[in-house]
C-alpha cells in the first residue's frame, strides 16, 4: 500500500546503546505489506481518511468543550502505511529513550568495568536491529497514533534553538481498512470513530503544550533514577524492547502475564515509586479521556457506533505503544491500569463537577491526577477545590 505521506527519517544517531538509524531502515524493510489495492483504490482510502480526519475535530470540540480543537495548526495528520509508520516511531523513541540510554553509556564508560567502545558499537546495532523488528511486528497491530514526541529530535540543518512544531497524527490505513473488513462494520462509521479518537490525543496536547515535556521529563526522570541505583536497568530496556514485539495476548484478549521481575524490583525510595505512579496516572488519564470522548458520539453521528464499539471490543486491543513499552519495561501486568479505569475517573469527575471542571486537568501539570485520584475521582475534585 503505497502513496502515502511519509514522515521524515530519524535524526541522525548518537553515541547511545542504540543505532536509531539502523532501528529506522529495519523497521521499514520488515514491516508487512498491507492488503492488496490498486493506486486508485489507495488514493481514496487515504482521501478519506484524511476526510473523517477533518470531521471528527467538530465532534471533538463539542463532547470535550476544549477551546484548542479550534486551532491545531501546530501539529498535522499524516495517513501512512505500515513501514512509514513503522519507521516514524524510531524518532519517538529516541527522544524517550536517548538520555537514558546515554547516561548508561555514560556510566559504563567511566566504570573499570565498562563497556568498550566497540562492544556498545556491537550492542547498539544488536539493539537497533531488535527495536526496528519490534516496530515492523507493532506496525500491523495499530490503527492510529497521536505522536507528541518526534518533533523534539531534531530535523537536519535544523538549529538546535529552533522552537519544534506539535505533534503528529498518525492513522495507518492497511491497518484500519483491514480491521473495518475484519469486523464487518460500516467503514464510514468506523473511521470517524477511529479518527474521534486519535484527534482527542491531538487536542488534549493542544490544550495542554507544557504536557509533552512533562511527560517526557517524567520518563526521564524514572531512568535517572535508576541509572544511578542499579547496573541491571540497561539489560532491562533492552529487554522491554524485544518484549515489544513478542509478547502474546492471553485468551481473554489482554496481554499475557510476564515473566518475573521487571523495574518495580529495583524500585527502593519513594522518589522512584512517585515517578512510576505519576506516569502511570497520566497515562491512564489521557487513554481514559479519548475513550470517553469517541464513545460521547450518539447514533446521530456514528449510527452503528454500538455495533462498533461491541465487535471492537470481542476482538480485543492493542494498547498504546508508549504504555506497551513502559509497561514491559516495567516488567508488570497489573501495575499499569487498564484504559478503563482513566475512563471512569473522566465520567467520575464530569458527572460531579460537569466537563468544564474536568478540563482544569489541562491548566498545569499540578493539576493532573495522582494515581490514587484515578481510582477515586472525589479525591481530585477536593484538591481542585471544585
Not at 71 to 94: C, G, H, I, P
Not at 227 to 251: F, H, I
Not at 326 to 337: P, Q, S, T, V, Y
Request: aromatic share 4%; hydrophobic share 45%.
Amino acid at each position: 500500500m503505497g502513496n502515502m505521506s511519509q514522515p521524515s527519517s530519524p535524526a541522525a544517531p548518537s553515541a547511545s546503546m542504540i543505532n536509531w538509524e539502523l532501528a529506522a531502515t529495519t523497521a521499514g524493510s520488515l514491516a508487512p505489506a498491507g492488503p492488496a489495492m490498486n493506486g486508485a483504490e489507495i488514493a481514496k482510502a487515504v482521501e478519506n481518511l484524511h476526510l473523517m480526519a477533518d470531521k471528527s475535530v467538530p465532534y471533538v470540540h463539542d463532547i470535550s468543550r476544549l477551546e484548542a480543537a479550534r486551532d491545531l495548526r501546530d501539529s498535522e495528520v499524516l495517513v501512512v502505511d505500515r513501514a512509514s509508520w513503522a519507521k516514524a516511531n524510531t524518532q519517538s523513541f529516541s527522544v524517550m529513550m536517548d538520555p537514558i540510554m546515554t547516561a548508561l553509556a555514560a556510566k559504563q564508560a567511566a566504570s573499570r568495568n565498562g563497556t568498550s567502545a566497540g562492544a556498545l558499537a556491537v550492542s547498539s546495532t544488536v539493539t537497533g536491529a531488535q527495536l526496528g523488528a519490534a516496530l515492523a511486528f507493532l506496525s500491523s497491530k495499530v490503527l492510529g497514533q497521536y505522536d507528541p514526541f518526534a518533533a523534539l529530535a531534531p530535523a537536519p540543518g535544523q538549529s538546535a534553538n529552533a522552537p519544534a512544531p506539535g505533534g503528529r497524527l498518525l492513522l495507518v490505513a492497511p491497518n484500519i481498512l483491514t480491521v473495518e473488513r475484519e469486523l464487518k462494520v460500516d467503514p464510514a462509521d468506523f473511521r470517524l470513530w477511529v479518527c474521534l479518537h486519535e484527534q482527542t490525543h491531538r487536542v488534549q496536547f493542544a490544550a495542554a503544550p507544557w504536557l509533552r515535556h512533562h511527560m517526557l521529563g517524567e520518563i526521564e526522570k524514572l531512568g535517572e533514577l535508576l541509572v544511578g541505583d542499579t547496573e541491571n536497568l540497561g539489560e532491562r530496556l533492552l529487554q522491554a524492547v524485544k518484549a515489544m514485539g513478542g509478547r502474546k495476548s492471553s485468551p481473554s484478549g489482554g496481554d499475557a502475564m510476564p515473566s518475573r521481575g521487571g523495574i518495580l524490583d529495583l524500585l527502593q525510595d519513594p522518589a522512584q515509586k512517585a515517578a512510576l505512579s505519576h506516569v502511570t496516572a497520566v497515562m491512564s488519564l489521557l487513554e481514559g479521556h479519548a475513550n470517553v470522548v469517541m464513545d460521547g458520539v450518539d447514533q446521530a453521528i456514528v449510527p452503528t457506533v454500538r455495533t462498533i464499539r461491541q465487535r471492537f471490543n470481542n476482538r480485543g486491543k492493542e494498547r498504546g505503544l508508549i504504555e506497551k513499552f513502559i509497561r514491559n519495561l516495567m516488567g508488570l501486568d497489573a501495575k499499569m491500569r487498564q484504559y478503563s479505569d482513566g475512563a471512569k475517573f473522566v465520567r467520575d469527575v464530569v458527572a460531579l463537577v460537569s466537563m468544564d471542571g474536568f478540563n482544569t486537568v489541562w491548566v498545569q501539570a499540578e493539576n493532573l491526577p495522582t494515581e490514587p485520584e484515578i481510582h477515586s475521582a472525589r479525591l481530585w475534585v477536593e484538591r481542585m477545590g471544585l
